[in-house]
C-alpha cells in the first residue's frame, strides 16, 4: 500500500509539471505570434457568395459572422461587418488579406487584417 502512495505521489507531481509548463507556455506565446497564426488562416480561407445574414455571437466574444447563399458560415472583422449589408456580393480570394463587397455598381476592397 506505501508503494502505491508513493507512485500516485509521483504520478501527480509528473501531472503538475505538465500543467504548469502548458500554462507557462500560454502565458509566452506574444501577441505578435498570436497575431502571424490569424493572419496565416485568414490567407488560407477562400470563399464567395452572396450575404444572407449578418449577426454577432454574444456567447461567442461577441465575434461577428455572416452567412452566404450557400450556408457558409464566415467569422470576420468589426470594420468589414459594418460595411457588409445584407445581399452583396462578396469574394476573397486564397492568399489575400482583403475581401472584395460588391453592391449593384459599387465595389469596396476591405482589408482583413
Known amino acids: ?7 500516485m505521489k509521483k504520478i501527480g507531481f509528473l501531472i503538475f509539471i505538465f ?34 445574414k449578418k449577426y454577432i455571437e454574444k456567447e461567442n466574444h461577441n465575434r461577428s459572422f455572416f452567412i452566404l447563399n450557400d450556408n457558409s458560415k464566415i467569422s470576420i472583422n468589426k470594420d468589414a461587418y459594418e460595411i457588409l449589408q445584407l445581399g452583396d456580393s ?7 488579406l482583403f475581401i472584395m463587397i460588391f453592391r449593384g455598381s459599387v465595389s469596396f476592397k476591405v482589408k482583413l487584417e
Open 1 to 7: 500500500m506505501g508503494f502505491l502512495i508513493k507512485y
Open 90 to 96: 462578396i469574394l476573397k480570394e486564397k492568399n489575400k
Open 19 to 52: 500543467i504548469l509548463v502548458i500554462i507557462i507556455r500560454g502565458f509566452c506565446t506574444s501577441n505578435q505570434d498570436k497575431y502571424n497564426r490569424n493572419l496565416s488562416f485568414l490567407k488560407k480561407e477562400d470563399y464567395s457568395g452572396v450575404v444572407i
